[in-house]
């Protein structure tokens, strides 16, 4: 029942900005680090951007400067703001975060996906 669901994605003029959103739910006790990866056509999944519990965050080198991690604790809620993007971001955005489920077992756990697409 536990899950993590992303949302935000759409279309956007290179340039543009979006904002991602991924909620965990279900039978947690709390949320640990949580991050963006991305996947673009027959490309490999990679690292976007983490943030630790208390808020500290890494980025790609690709992202850097352009693209803001946060988080609200008290939603079990991450978010990315995604600033001045190029075509070479389109992909599948995926959110990953290790949860601690109500039995106090940490799990790591991703969702389904959201679309982020750029055009020129």
């Known amino acids: 029942q536990v899950q993590l669901v992303e949302s935000g994605g759409g279309l956007v003029q290179a340039g543009g900005s979006l904002r991602l959103s991924c909620a965990a739910s279900?039978?947690?006790?709390?949320?640990?680090?949580m991050g963006w990866y991305r996947q673009a056509p027959g490309k490999q999944r990679e690292l976007v951007a983490t943030?630790?519990?208390?808020?500290?965050?890494i980025y790609a080198d690709s992202v850097k400067g352009r693209f803001s991690i946060s988080r609200d604790n008290a939603k079990n809620t991450v978010y990315l703001q995604m600033n001045s993007l190029k075509p070479e971001d389109t992909a599948v955005y995926y959110c990953?975060?290790?949860?601690?489920?109500?039995?106090?077992?940490?799990?790591?756990?991703w969702g389904k996906g959201t679309l982020v697409t750029v055009s020129s």
């Open positions: 279900g039978s947690i006790f709390g949320v640990d680090a």
């Open positions: 990953n975060a290790g949860l601690i489920t109500i039995v106090r077992e940490y799990m790591d756990y």
């Open positions: 943030i630790t519990k208390g808020g500290s965050p």
